[in-house]
């Protein structure tokens, strides 16, 4: 069964612009989480989705949105980007969501690179 | 409310020596743990997993975790450590929701 799998791996945008990305869960998997990885700040939840719903949401501005389609896929979109939004960013999914013993499955991420 | 705190940020041990990597939770429910490595440039892999179903969990490449109810601790080992083990690992508990709250990681240094 293949994995989870993140597009783009690699990004450079500037300042003020927008970016998307994108993530493909494991099949029957319906739980997809973004999580923000820094140096400085380790991992942060952004937000996770089940059915096409956002579930859970972080502590993240505006700026960051989601959102999960009928077939699971997940995007994330990220504008007016400034320096400090240059991360890695992990999508990781679940089967049910449901909490507890449903284990999370990371992508290898998106390295972004904001100039 | 659940957390994790990992103690000491870097770790170095010699190869073929004793790894213990600490994790400590906080949890106003029976916690679900969980320790992940990371290696360079790649996405989190799972270890092993708490589900209360035994106290030693064993996981992937020898490692093995011991819950501790009574020192709210979630200690990561492995016997003899290898060159291949250097890596940042990952404690992490998930109660209730799919929320998942990540220790601050830490780094494992291999000797040779």
């Known amino acids: 069964k293949a994995g989870v799998t993140q597009t783009p791996r690699y990004l450079i945008k500037t300042r003020g612009q927008q970016v998307t990305l994108s993530c493909s869960p494991i099949?029957?998997?319906?739980?997809v989480s973004w999580y923000q990885q820094t140096p400085g700040q380790g991992l942060q939840f952004l937000f996770e989705y089940f059915s096409e719903t956002q579930r859970n949401k972080g502590n993240f501005p505006g700026r960051f949105s989601g959102r999960q389609f009928s077939n699971s896929r997940s995007e994330m979109n990220v504008s007016t980007l400034e320096l400090g939004d240059s991360a890695l960013y992990l999508c990781a999914s679940s089967l049910a969501g449901t909490g507890g013993t449903d284990t999370q499955y990371f992508g290898p991420g998106t390295r972004l690179t904001v100039l | 409310a659940q957390s994790v705190t990992q103690l000491g940020s870097h770790v170095s041990v010699s190869e073929g020596a004793l790894v213990l990597l600490r994790c400590n939770y906080s949890s106003s429910v029976p916690p679900y743990l969980f320790w992940y490595v990371q290696y360079p440039n790649q996405g989190l892999q799972l270890l092993l997993k708490?589900?209360?179903?035994?106290?030693l969990v064993k996981g992937i490449n020898g490692f093995e975790a011991e819950f501790k109810k009574s020192e709210t601790s979630f200690h990561l080992t492995k016997p003899s450590a290898h060159m291949s083990d250097a890596a940042e690992y990952f404690c992490?508990?998930?109660?209730?929701?799919?929320?998942?709250?990540f220790g601050t990681g830490t780094s494992l240094t291999v000797i040779p």
């Open positions: 099949s029957g998997h319906r739980s």
């Open positions: 708490y589900t209360s179903a035994a106290t």
């Open positions: 992490a508990v998930s109660g209730t929701g799919n929320q998942f709250y």
